[in-house]
């Protein structure tokens, strides 16, 4: 007798609630929420300044081995934001190496980042540019310029602008 009750009572129909007439305005315009850009909190009171957008200077003849057996060898003269020297080898260990030659490339851009791009079409790009005291160096697109699948393991090469020296 019991199971018979419960099955009715959940077969029983609950009648429609009336809505309040200050319900429908709400329902009718939408509620404006104003969003305001706020500071990420790692960022707030913290004086961070833009990087200035100057002429790149840097020179560089090194050589580089890292904890991972890739060896870099570079040879860089950058002045006033004009490339006069690039040459660039890194051998990756069992991936292969990657070679860069200024003659292999023209230089599109010099503000606010040295822009190279290869002269046979390619798309491949070496883009260089300050990062606080460092130089970075970065390759795009460049798979031709390596051997096997060296492209896929190349990192960017950074220089301390200063010294020269690579890592």
Not at 7 to 18: F, I, M, S
Not at 109 to 120: F, I, Q
């Amino acid at each position: 007798m019991a199971v018979l009750l419960l099955l009715l009572g959940a077969c029983a129909q609950v009648p429609p609630e009336q809505a309040s007439p200050a319900a429908e305005s709400e329902q009718a315009a939408p509620r404006e929420e104003r969003m305001e850009s706020q500071p990420l909190k790692y960022l707030k009171g913290r004086n961070i300044k833009p990087q200035p957008t100057r002429p790149l200077n840097v020179k560089s003849r090194c050589t580089h081995r890292d904890a991972v057996g890739t060896r870099t060898s570079l040879n860089l003269q950058v002045k006033e934001a004009d490339v006069k020297t690039f040459d660039a080898r890194v051998d990756i260990p069992k991936r292969g190496a990657c070679r860069f030659s200024l003659k292999q490339f023209k230089q599109v851009a010099k503000l606010p980042n040295v822009l190279l791009e290869a002269a046979d079409g390619s798309g491949c790009t070496v883009r260089m540019w300050e990062q606080g005291p460092r130089v970075t160096i970065a390759f795009n697109k460049c798979p031709a310029s390596c051997e096997g699948q060296a492209f896929d393991y190349l990192w960017p090469i950074m220089v301390e602008a200063k010294s020269g020296r690579c890592f």
